[in-house]
């Protein structure tokens, strides 16, 4: 059980365009919702909680306008890095937090793979 | 603020013998911490956690130690694998127990 899901595992775009990564809860509900990156060699960095029907918290940092998060059901987040450039190249994570779940407790969803050209 | 770090950015081991990855915090008022292990290209993998009321948990060949005197995380590997290859990040729960806080990961390679 706990089982996190992402999808694309991994995407190649042009520098300007838009991608959109899904995160989904398979076999539980998640109220809350966290999108991390991770680059090279380096620990996770939260980006931002994202509470489902309402507005994501975004880490200090963090563009919102950048990084629009959705987290409009209880299986499903996205994240959407618009107009990419290079520098947003990174490996993104998502984990999620189940309606019932022990106090803290984060299931990891595998990662995207993002690279801008 | 709130941080993490580890003491070791690589630990190399032989098969067969007992690892030891250890992590020191500096938010005292932390209650809750967990261990995740890492690999190559995937996300994070929950190993095993405890909390502050706690100084040693167990699981399947591996225990987490908590010092909360000197705030310091340990977790010991037993009989360590080839599989047991890794990164390894000790994480902590923050104020309000919302947002997890990574540390900057051990990379433990295990040589055969």
């Known amino acids: 059980g706990a089982v996190v899901s992402q999808h694309p595992s991994w995407v190649i775009c042009k520098s300007g365009t838009s991608v959109k990564i899904e995160c989904r809860s398979l076999?539980?509900?998640?109220?809350?919702m966290f999108w991390y990156r991770q680059f090279p060699k380096q620990s996770l960095m939260l980006m931002a909680t994202?509470?489902?029907?309402?507005?994501?918290?975004?880490e200090q940092g963090v563009e919102k306008d950048k990084f629009l998060i959705n987290h409009a059901s209880l299986t499903l987040s996205t994240l959407t890095v618009t107009s990419a450039h290079p520098e947003d190249s990174s490996f993104y994570i998502c984990s999620a937090r189940s309606v019932r779940g022990v106090l803290g407790t984060q299931y990891f969803g595998p990662g995207t793979r993002l690279t801008v050209l | 603020g709130e941080s993490v770090g580890l003491h070791l950015p690589t630990l190399s081991v032989q098969e067969g013998d007992n690892s030891i990855i250890n992590c020191a915090y500096s938010?005292?008022?932390?209650?809750?911490f967990i261990w995740y292990k890492q690999e190559s290209g995937k996300g994070p993998q929950f190993i095993i956690d405890?909390?502050?009321?706690?100084d040693k948990r167990q699981g399947q060949r591996v225990t987490v130690l908590l010092n909360k005197t000197v705030k310091h995380l340990s977790l010991q590997i037993a009989a360590t694998q080839p599989g047991d290859s890794a990164v390894y990040f000790c994480?902590?729960?923050?104020?309000?127990?919302?947002?997890?806080?990574f540390g900057t990961g051990t990379r433990l390679l295990v040589s055969p």
């Open positions: 938010n005292s008022a932390s209650d809750y």
């Open positions: 405890i909390r502050s009321n706690m």
């Open positions: 994480a902590e729960i923050g104020t309000g127990f919302q947002k997890l806080v």
């Open positions: 994202s509470n489902e029907g309402s507005k994501a918290t975004y």
């Open positions: 076999d539980f509900q998640a109220t809350t």
